[in-house]
């Protein structure tokens, strides 16, 4: 019965939110420049049962040490060009980055209908989605570089509670960043959740309404969750991508770029790294 649940409302707040994300583009608000540093940047293959997955992955080479990690999970478009320039940010603050493929094949929506497509059964089944993470999860801390002790992930959109679910649901990461993510997701377990976490909220998200945040709120206070909610004032869903205010326009969604909301998220997130990094 409670799996049936789940599938139902997975799957009823998979398509209420659906209409959610914002764009391809890989310019940003902010650019993280390491002028020192000699970026390498590859694509990475791995299977999950009969799906070829397809990272993307990039850190500075020049760099000899381990250094901590981050998954950076895309919004509904699939791994893009947005997705990787925010691993590249990620890898000039000196992170080993990775964008993830968690559709499979490389497969990207340019329409909401085929997006739709490809991100529902990831609402529908959480631990179909959790196997295709730790898949990833998996193929990063293959890297030399990395500090397989110190890894985190992050989330645009359907990423952001994709990020969330995966550390609810136990996965060992220091900590997870959602932006504008949805905030249902599967319930919160105190005996699974180990990641730290931090969410950062456009108070003008259509797609995410009020009683979910403070459902959100309430799970996490119930199970004494080390978590911070950061809200911006008049920012809507998909607020960090430069060109969700076309993609907005284009599909008739109510999305837009907000740059203070980007640039405060973005200073968010750096900040709390180096709390979870230390």
């Known amino acids: 019965m409670k799996q049936n649940f789940l599938l139902i409302f997975f799957t009823y707040f998979g398509i209420a939110s659906l209409t959610s994300c914002g764009s391809q583009t890989d310019s940003h608000a902010q650019d993280d420049k390491n002028t020192s540093a000699k970026m390498k940047e590859q694509t990475v293959n791995y299977n999950v049962d009969t799906v070829k997955m397809e990272g993307f992955v990039v850190y ?14 895309p919004e509904w478009w699939g791994l ?11 890898a000039n603050l000196g992170y080993v980055a990775m964008a993830v493929d968690l559709y499979g094949n ?23 989605a959790k196997s295709r993470f730790d898949a990833a999860l998996a193929k990063l801390k293959s890297f030399s570089q990395v500090d397989t002790n110190n890894i985190a992930a992050i989330g645009y959109c ?21 932006f504008h993510g949805n905030l249902a997701g599967v319930p919160a377990d105190k005996s699974l959740l180990k990641a ?31 978590y911070t909610f950061k809200s911006y004032p008049g920012a809507t869903h998909a607020f960090t991508n430069p060109n969700a205010t076309a993609t907005g326009k284009k599909f008739t969604m109510p999305i837009e770029y907000n740059a203070a909301a980007d640039s405060a998220s973005w200073k968010e997130m750096k900040q709390f790294f180096s709390v979870i990094f230390k």
């Open 196 to 226: 730290k976490i931090l969410v950062c909220h456009g108070e003008a998200d259509q797609f995410v309404k009020p009683e979910e945040v403070a459902n959100f709120k309430k799970q996490m206070d119930s199970i004494g969750a080390e």
């Open 60 to 73: 500075d080479e020049g760099n000899g040490k381990k250094r901590p990690a981050v998954l950076v999970v």
């Open 158 to 178: 359907f990423g952001g509670s994709q990020v969330l679910n995966a550390a609810k649901l136990g996965d060992n990461l220091k900590g997870v960043v959602s």
């Open 106 to 128: 490389g497969a990207i929506a340019d329409d909401p209908e085929t997006a739709k497509k490809l991100s529902g059964p990831f609402y529908q089944d959480a631990q179909m």
């Open 80 to 90: 893009n060009e947005y997705a990787k320039g925010r691993a590249r940010q990620l």
